[in-house]
């Protein structure tokens, strides 16, 4: 199954790379493992003395292995897996698989204490960051924000008594740069500043667009960063700080929502696309057409078919980040006995992405005249409107070109107030209060620049901006919550621990949608009609869900008002308002019988708030609500040190786990011919268990070495009626059930519907064993560090290797949904001056140029109709998610 005698050592450990020390810049020269001091239980600890499982890397840590980001720790940490393009973390398979902010993440991201909704903070470089903790199994009796699957804390260098200042820059491949600057020191007495800024630059995509004049896509970014901390001590018992910081991306195609991955498939080259609503930019490569205007140096052949690292859009992608402010605050007093402290925080937020949505490279083509039929009356006429003389019908020119618009405007502020013991004895606590509110609106549109039948549709107000496809959604999230934890050492080696947390959750607001379509077959109209007076249809009020139970005639659960269409602008809009709460806690038993061994077991529940299916990929969907997820998560580990030179940290989870919020296509239950529809089903039962390993040692002097294994097996227990988008008739499911007849299915209890293209009736599958999204069963990582050490300084070699299994991008347990395993190996070389003044690296990763896979793979039907306007399936187009091609470089650290 491994690929290489590297991994092979790897398994022989069955570890997880662990961080180092924070003092240490490079391996001692002896062979010792120092201690790394960690606050994931709210006060400073050894990461061995931490009843979790744990993994940490401090600054040091990140530099010598090359850390550089959230992908980057998902390599060495255990059961985490992260989503590039849709900034989604997962730990043990617990995550969230949407980017509707309505419904919340599974693994709490805190910044200095203050909890963030976005990964961008734990993406910070080293010489910002002084360690980042990344915390396994449901957190919510220490913290403020609740957490069903994790939580990771990202802590910030603080200001210094003393002054230092460093300046990092670095070069690489692709038009890659980098500069850094960071100055620290004391401003008069008790009073302490500290001052980061730094500015990435990326002018080469890791994509080729193969349309001449557009740029390269993957990575491209132009992103600077600002950030002014100021500490002071208030007297004897009293200290705070202040952090003020400023994100900007002025992107290409990169960036979070940039191209990361490819679709091997061919255009689709139906009349119509997926959707129904325009007229497919593929259709240009059918030969029906005309005056085709393609300018890609492959035509009309999909160059990703050929090479994954290419592609073809005539529309460049940029993604964008502006009036994004970051402000976090810590106050705290010193009792005798305990402290208290005060947490506090909030962010102005607004990403843009534009990027291409017709998928390929043609922009105009013409559709031929339309023969007038003389067997037929005027009124049968293809143009009857128009043709009333007896002539040809004039010819349509389309404009396929389409552009999505994506934002994401929200504001969130963070309130927590703790009070904690800290003094030796037997006996500590923590109690704490949390507030929390969130305000945002997530507007996605399609746009058809260069098609002006849209502008003015024939049954609805004006559409002046051209769009088949606007969605307003804006919702406010507000949350409370008051926790506590007892820690009570009973006995010499036996430690107690039990928590307790009380969490309200209410989310309310709208969602606003229209949709506009041409006046073809599937528009809803009847019959087609071909030329250049071919209207717009709003087909809003026939789209979108009325929020009223057709059985009850009352409104659906989560929605306080029904739907109504504004006439004035053909937005339909309705209202959602809904609240969740629990209690939730903890309990634990520590042994430790001497200061190397920390053995533990532990039981917790974890619970995500409900939320609301609001839009952005389906307009007003018939049911919006989805229920809270639970999590009862049974752990046992074992932290055991070997003298100074290893250190093997174990542990074995069980998760039953329910309600997991998957969004699904389902069918009604009520018997009878149904509408199937996209919604966020719970899935009733899912479990999650297995095993982790971390190991770090240090066999002789200068040489350390670390590994890492997790074992992830998360299943669905319970789940049925669920319908594969992809595989509506379930012809590519393991028991292969054959299409059922209309009489067959009105009389099977359970409802169908019928699926145009393959004439059988869908049917609801069984999914129980199918794998969780991004949870790759297996995953391996390793490295060994070496230190040479001379009189001049010292040069410290890395070598990395990591394997990952294959993994899943949905619930359907298919293998156009799944990613294949990969391996990467990473290259490092670090040279330091023996006065620690300057280092200089040299790094590759990905130095073999594989193919890796950052997430499992999703699937589409490509699916249309022919001229004829007879329905058809040209097949499956899977997209692979990838991971960055082979990238290397230099960097120089200079430090005052």
Known sequence: MFASGALLLAAAFGTAAQAQTRPAAAPAASNTIEELVVTAEKREQSLQDVPVAITAFSSQTRDLLGINSVQDMTNFTPGLTYNNSGDRISLRGVGRVTNVQAADGAVAIYSDGVFTSSTFEASKQPLFIDRVEVLRGPQGTLYGRNSIGGAINVISKRPSNDFSAEVRATIGNYNYS??????????????????????????????TNVVPGQPSAGNVIDQTY?????????????????????????????????????????????????TNFYLNQGFGCSGFTT???????????????????????????????DETYVVAAQYNYHFDGFDARYIGGGTNYHYTLTQDNDGGPVSAYTIP?????????????????????????????IFPTAITTYQERKQWISHEVNLASTGDGALQWLAGAYYYHEAYRQPVSVQLPNQPQFAAPI???????????????????ESYAGFGQIDWKFADAFKLTVGLRYSHDHKFGQEEARLICFALIGCGTSPEVLGSFTPAVDITSAAVGSGIDPKTGKLLRGVSAATVIDPATGLAKRLLDASWEATTGTAGLEWQPDRDTLAFVKFSRGYKAGGFNSGITAPLVTNPFTDAEHNNAYEIGLKRSFGRTLQVNLAAYYYDYSNFQAPVTIIPTGGGVATAQTVFFNVPKAISKGFEAEVTWAPIDNLRL??????TDAYIDQASGLVDPTDPTAINAKARPVGLTQAQCVATPAACSLDIYTGQYQRGQDLSGNALPQAPKNKVAFNALYTWNFTPGSLTGSVSYFWRDEQYGSIFQRDYNKSPSWDQVDLRLTWKDAKDRYSIIAYGKNVLDNLGYYEGATSTRVVGRLPSGQPTVQGIAITYPLTPPRTYGVELQYRF
């Open 226 to 274: 600002f950030e002014l901390q100021v500490a002071a001590d208030f007297g004897e018992h009293a200290d705070g700080w202040i952090k003020v910081s400023n994100f900007g991306w002025n992107n290409g195609d990169g960036g979070l929502g940039g191209r990361a991955g490819y679709t091997p498939f061919p255009y689709n080259t139906t009349q119509e696309n997926s």
């Open 178 to 207: 980098a500069l850094q600057a960071t100055i620290s020191g004391p401003i008069t007495e008790g009073l302490r500043f500290r001052l980061n800024a730094s500015r990435e630059k990326q002018d080469k995509g890791y994509y």
């Open 369 to 397: 005249l339309n023969a007038f039929n003389p067997a037929l009356p005027i009124a049968a006429q293809p143009c009857a409107a128009t043709n009333l003389f007896g002539g040809n019908c004039p010819a349509l020119r």
């Open 706 to 711: 670390q590994a890492s294994y997790s074992y």
């Open 291 to 321: 005056n085709v205007v393609n300018a890609a140096s492959t035509g009309c052949v999909n160059p990703a078919i050929n090479d994954p690292r290419k592609f073809a859009t005539n529309t460049a992608s940029t993604v964008s980040l």
């Open 459 to 477: 049954n609805g107000p004006r559409n002046s901006n051209l769009y088949w496809y606007d969605t307003r959604p804006q919702f406010q999230d």
